[in-house]
C-alpha cells in the first residue's frame, strides 16, 4: 500500500466564497491572498473566458486561454461571481471575468520538461486515481503497457487527456506556461519519492504547422566540440595529444566530407595572472569552432598553445573561467549537437575563493551549460603529483559533468595520467560524435541508440562507457534540434494530473520546477541572502550572533519583537526575514530549515561550506537580474517590474 505525504505546493482549487456583494482592494493594489501579507490574488483564464467593461458582461472579447491576471476586485450579480482583473500589481485594471472560467493560481511556479531522450514520454492524465493505481501496481508495466499501445495505435486512451511532445520543448528559448495548481508527494510501490501534480498547460499551437519528415531534417544536423585544456606546467604532453585526436579526427571528417557538419575549437585555462603575472592569461579562446576551416587551419590557430613556464599560486587551478568562457563567449546557435571537453590534472579553484575570475562553482556552471543545450565532459588526469588533491577535484568534476537531459554523468578519471589511456579517451570521444553525425546526415532514423549495452557483471571499459553516454547524449540533442526545427509546443490541455517522474523508470525526472520570480522578488531575495551570509559570517566569529543578527534583520522588516524573543530556537524561516512566495515551496531548504540549535552545533568547516553555498547561489542571482533575454511578460500589457524569470527550484535558498 502506498503511503502519502502531503505536499503544500497550493490549494485545491475551489471557488473563493464572497463574505460580501462586493469586496475591492484598498487603493490600486490587487486583493490579497487569504491570510497573506504580501502575496496577490491571482487568476489564470480558461478557453472560452471573455472579458466585459463591467461585472455581468458576458459580450466582450475572448481572452486567450490561461492569461494571467491580477484580481483587483469580486462582486456577485444574480448569483454568478465575477473578478475585476489587471495584468499586473500596479493599479491597471482592464474588466471583468467569470469567477467560474478562471482557476486561482496560488504560486508563481511553472514546470519545464526534461529532455526525453532517457524516458518514455509524460502523459497528461484526467483524474488522480488513473495516477494512482499505476503507481500503486506492484508491476507499473502491466499497466502502462497498454496504454501506451493504445497511444500509439489510436492517438489517444482512455483517461488520457494528452501526450507530451515527442521532440524536446526548450523553456528557454520558447517560454510556455505549465503551472502548478496542486499536488502531493507520495512513495510509489517501488520506493521512489514523486510529486503527483494538479497541472494546467497551454501553448500558442500553429495549426499550419505540419510534420516533418525526420530524417530529411536531420540532414542538417551539425556538432561542435570545443576543448577546454589546463595549460599549466605539466600538461605539455596531454596538449599535444589533444591536438594530434584533433587533427586525424579532421582527416576522417574530410574524407567523410563532412566538413561543415563538425567543428572543432579550443579554449585554454591557467589561473589568477594578477596573483602570477607570468602566466600570461587565466583563459583564452584559441580556436573558435565558428572560425575554424579544416584541421591544419586548427592546428595553426593552437600551435602557440603551449604549457605555462611559471607554476600557479595554488594548487587548484581556474578551470571554471575557462569552462565559462566556452560557454559564454562561443556562439552555439548554428549547432545542434554542442559538447565541451574539459581537460586538467588539478581541481577547480572555488567559486568563493579571491583568486576566482567567476565567482561560480560547479553547479551554476552546469546550469549555464545545461541553458545552452551542452554537454560537458570532464577527462580528469589523475597524475600521481596530485594525489592529495584528487578526491576533492573528482567531487568538483562530476557535479559539472552530470549531464541533467539524459541523467548520464559524463566524468571520466584518467588513472595515472596514463597518456595512452587518455589519447584512446579522446580519439573516441571525437570519433563517437562525427559518427553520429554521419549517421544523421546519411538520415539513419536508428542513431541515438546505445551502441553498446552488454550486461555482464563487468566494469565497462571508459570507451564503452564514453560510447553509451555520448549515443544517449546524441539522441537527446536530436530531439531537441528537431523541436526547434518544428517548432514544438507544449500540449494544449486544460487541467490535468502528472507524476513529476516516469511511470516506470522512476528515478528519472519528467520535469523541472521553476520559480517565477519578479525583478523586485528577486532583488529582495538578493538582499536577503546578502544579510544571512553577514549574518552567517558573524556566527562563525560568534556561533550566538548568527540568529541575534537574523532577529534584529526580522525586526526592521517588521516582524513583532516580542515573538521573536519567544521563538528560542526558530528555523530562519520562522523568522519572516524571507518573502512569503518562499514559504510553500515544495521542497526540503537548508537555509529555510535551519535553527539557532543545529547552526551552534555545526563545525567550522559546516558551517563554512553552508556559506560557500549560499555566496555562489548571490552571485547567480546578479546573473539572472542581467540576464534580458529570459524575462517573460506573463501577461500583455504589463508594467515591466511584473516581468518574470523561470528561477530553477535548486537556486533558491
Not at 493 to 499: E, L, N
Not at 539 to 557: D, H, Q, Y
Request: hydrophobic share 40%; proline share 5%; net charge negative.
Amino acid at each position: 500500500m502506498m503511503t502519502k505525504h502531503f505536499l503544500r505546493l497550493a490549494l485545491p482549487l475551489c471557488g473563493l466564497l464572497l463574505t460580501s456583494q462586493v469586496l475591492a482592494a484598498e487603493g490600486d493594489k490587487p486583493l490579497l491572498q487569504e491570510g497573506k501579507k504580501t502575496l496577490f490574488q491571482r487568476v489564470l483564464t480558461t478557453p472560452g473566458c471573455k472579458l466585459g467593461t463591467e461585472a455581468g458582461d458576458d459580450k466582450g472579447p475572448l481572452q486567450p486561454a490561461f492569461s494571467s491576471f491580477y484580481v483587483y476586485q469580486k462582486a456577485d450579480i444574480n448569483g454568478q461571481s465575477w473578478v475585476k482583473v489587471g495584468p499586473d500589481s500596479y493599479g491597471k485594471t482592464i474588466g471583468w471575468l467569470p469567477q467560474s472560467c478562471t482557476v486561482d493560481w496560488k504560486m508563481q511556479l511553472t514546470l519545464a520538461f526534461t529532455n526525453p531522450a532517457n524516458r518514455d514520454r509524460l502523459v497528461f492524465f484526467k483524474d488522480k486515481k488513473s495516477l494512482d493505481d499505476i503507481l500503486n501496481a506492484p508491476d507499473p508495466v502491466s499497466v502502462v503497457a497498454p496504454l501506451r499501445a493504445h497511444l500509439k495505435r489510436d492517438g489517444h486512451a482512455e483517461g488520457v487527456l494528452a501526450q507530451e511532445p515527442e521532440y524536446f520543448v526548450d523553456l528557454q528559448k520558447q517560454f510556455y506556461l505549465l503551472p502548478i495548481l496542486s499536488g502531493e508527494e507520495v512513495m510509489t510501490e517501488s520506493g521512489f519519492y514523486t510529486r503527483l501534480l494538479n497541472v494546467a498547460s497551454v501553448s500558442k499551437a500553429d495549426p499550419n504547422v505540419k510534420p516533418a519528415d525526420d530524417v530529411n531534417q536531420l540532414k542538417g544536423f551539425n556538432a561542435s566540440v570545443v576543448f577546454v585544456i589546463d595549460s599549466t606546467i605539466s600538461m605539455g604532453p596531454y596538449i599535444d595529444r589533444t591536438k594530434e585526436a584533433v587533427n586525424k579526427i579532421y582527416d576522417k571528417i574530410k574524407q567523410e566530407h563532412l566538413q561543415d557538419q563538425v567543428k572543432f575549437g579550443l579554449v585554454s585555462f591557467r589561473s589568477n595572472t594578477k596573483a602570477v603575472p607570468g602566466l600570461e592569461f587565466t583563459s583564452k579562446i584559441f580556436a573558435d569552432p565558428n572560425q575554424v576551416k579544416d584541421g591544419a587551419d586548427f592546428l595553426q590557430k593552437v600551435a602557440g598553445l603551449k604549457e605555462a613556464k611559471v607554476s600557479s599560486s595554488l594548487v587548484d587551478e581556474d578551470a571554471y573561467s575557462g569552462v565559462l568562457s566556452a560557454i559564454d563567449n562561443i556562439n552555439w546557435s548554428p549547432f545542434g549537437a554542442r559538447y565541451i571537453v574539459l581537460i586538467t590534472d588539478a581541481g577547480a579553484i572555488d567559486g568563493s575563493n579571491k583568486l576566482s575570475s567567476t565567482g561560480l562553482d560547479a553547479k551554476q556552471l552546469r546550469l549555464e551549460a545545461g541553458n545552452k543545450g551542452i554537454a560537458l565532459y570532464t577527462l580528469h588526469l589523475k597524475t600521481p603529483s596530485g594525489k592529495a588533491d584528487h578526491a576533492k577535484a573528482e567531487g568538483q568534476y562530476r557535479d559539472l559533468s552530470n549531464f541533467d537531459s539524459t541523467q548520464s554523468n559524463l566524468y571520466q578519471s584518467v588513472d595515472a595520467g596514463d597518456l595512452k589511456a587518455f589519447g584512446q579517451q579522446v580519439d573516441t570521444l571525437a570519433a563517437a560524435i562525427t559518427d553520429q553525425v554521419k549517421s544523421a546526415y546519411m538520415g539513419d532514423p536508428a542513431i541515438g541508440s546505445a551502441l553498446y549495452s552488454k550486461d555482464d557483471g563487468k566494469k565497462p571499459a571508459p570507451e564503452d562507457k564514453l560510447l553509451e553516454d555520448t549515443a544517449l547524449i546524441g539522441h537527446a540533442m536530436q530531439l531537441a534540434w528537431l523541436g526547434k526545427k518544428n517548432d514544438t509546443q507544449a500540449p494544449l490541455v486544460f487541467k490535468a494530473w502528472i507524476s513529476d517522474r516516469d511511470l516506470i523508470k522512476q528515478n528519472i525526472p519528467t520535469t523541472d520546477v521553476r520559480v517565477l520570480l519578479t525583478k523586485g522578488q528577486l532583488s529582495d531575495l538578493s538582499d536577503v541572502v546578502s544579510q544571512i551570509l553577514q549574518a552567517a559570517n558573524e556566527g562563525m566569529i560568534s556561533p550566538n550572533k548568527m540568529f541575534e543578527r537574523l532577529r534584529t534583520v526580522a525586526a526592521t522588516m517588521g516582524a513583532d519583537p516580542n515573538q521573536l524573543k519567544q521563538q528560542d530556537n526558530a528555523k530562519i524561516n520562522d523568522l519572516g526575514v524571507l518573502g512569503e512566495y518562499l514559504a510553500d515551496l515544495p521542497y526540503r531548504s537548508d537555509v529555510l530549515n535551519l535553527d539557532e540549535e543545529t547552526w551552534k552545533s555545526w563545525d567550522g568547516l559546516s558551517q563554512e561550506k553552508f556559506i560557500r553555498t549560499l555566496s555562489t547561489k548571490l552571485r547567480y542571482y546578479q546573473k539572472y537580474n542581467a540576464d534580458v533575454d529570459r524575462w517573460v511578460e506573463l501577461a500583455k500589457g504589463s508594467d515591466p517590474r511584473d516581468r518574470v524569470y523561470p528561477v530553477p527550484l535548486e537556486m533558491m535558498p
